[in-house]
Each structure stands twice: as structure tokens, then as C-alpha cells.
């Protein structure tokens, strides 16, 4: 290989280590910057839909009457707590979207949606909140398109 390189001209040497410079900045761009690019891009999507979400629910806050902390809980009906959220998830148009409904050590709920409509999603959670006996501790809802969302939702009985 130093053989052949030393066989080339002064001219050719150049034209060769220029050639070979110009690859490792492509490569360099290909394997390293642009990754990196889509990736901070992909964040700065997510935070903005984080924020969106935030703002949004920061005005149903400020909605609520003054004093009010939760809404008066009604009854189960003698039903099991997860065949309730199972039954009004299923009303609420998101039978295809619902992957587990899991209760948890203490009491609480873990409903998993995946690419559930999040305006249908939020019409649920608001009815089954001011219907029955439960409160959303958490929502960790990922966008996967556009109005759709994979969604872990953490319900606990009142």
C-alpha cells in the first residue's frame, strides 16, 4: 500500500487525500450529525406536545370552581373497580386502543392505551372522574401521530 502511494505523482497524492477527506466529512455527516439532528428534532416535538398538554390542562384548572377539589364520588354499582374503567374505556370509543388494565399493590389502576385518540382518551378520563369514584394520580401519554397517542394512565378509587 506505501508503495503505491509513493508511486503517485506529487498532484495525485493531493487529488487522493482530498477525495479521501472529503468521504470522512460525508461520512461523518451521514453517521454522526444527522442522527443526532432528527434526534433533537424528535425532543423538541415531544416537548412542545409535553407543553401543549401541560397548557391545556393548566386551563381546565382554572376552570374549576374555587374551592372545589374533587367531584362528588358516585357509586360502582357492586362492581369490580377495573371491570368499571374497562366498561367506560369500551363506551368511550377506545375498545381498540386498550391494552391492560392492571390493578396495582395499593389500590390504584394502570390502564395502558396504545394509539388511543387523545381527544377521545381526555372525554374519557374527564367523564370517569366526574361519574364515578376515581382520581387520575398520572398520565404519561406519548405521541405517536398526529391526534394519537400511547398512554399509561394511573387511576386510584376515591
Known amino acids: 500500500m506505501r508503495n503505491r502511494w509513493n508511486a503517485l505523482s506529487e498532484r495525485e497524492r493531493m487529488l487522493v487525500a482530498s477525495a479521501g477527506a472529503v468521504v470522512l466529512v460525508v461520512v461523518l455527516w451521514v453517521a454522526v450529525w444527522e442522527p443526532l439532528d432528527r434526534h433533537r428534532d424528535a425532543l423538541s416535538e415531544r416537548a412542545a406536545a409535553q407543553q401543549a398538554l401541560a397548557d391545556w390542562l393548566a386551563g381546565l384548572e382554572q376552570q374549576l370552581p374555587a374551592g372545589v377539589t374533587e367531584t362528588p364520588a358516585t357509586s360502582l354499582g357492586g362492581r369490580s373497580p377495573l371491570a368499571v374503567v374497562d366498561q367506560s374505556a369500551r363506551a368511550a370509543g377506545l375498545a381498540g386502543a386498550l391494552q391492560r388494565i392492571e390493578p396495582g399493590s395499593t389500590g390504584e389502576i394502570r390502564v395502558?392505551?396504545?394509539?388511543?385518540?387523545?381527544?377521545?382518551?381526555?372525554?374519557?378520563?374527564?367523564g370517569l372522574v366526574g361519574e364515578r369514584p376515581f382520581r387520575v394520580v398520572s398520565v404519561r401519554a406519548d405521541r405517536v401521530e398526529s391526534g394519537r397517542v400511547d398512554a399509561t394512565v394511573l387511576l386510584e378509587q376515591r
Open 112 to 126: 395502558t392505551l396504545e394509539r388511543a385518540e387523545f381527544p377521545a382518551m381526555m372525554r374519557w378520563l374527564s
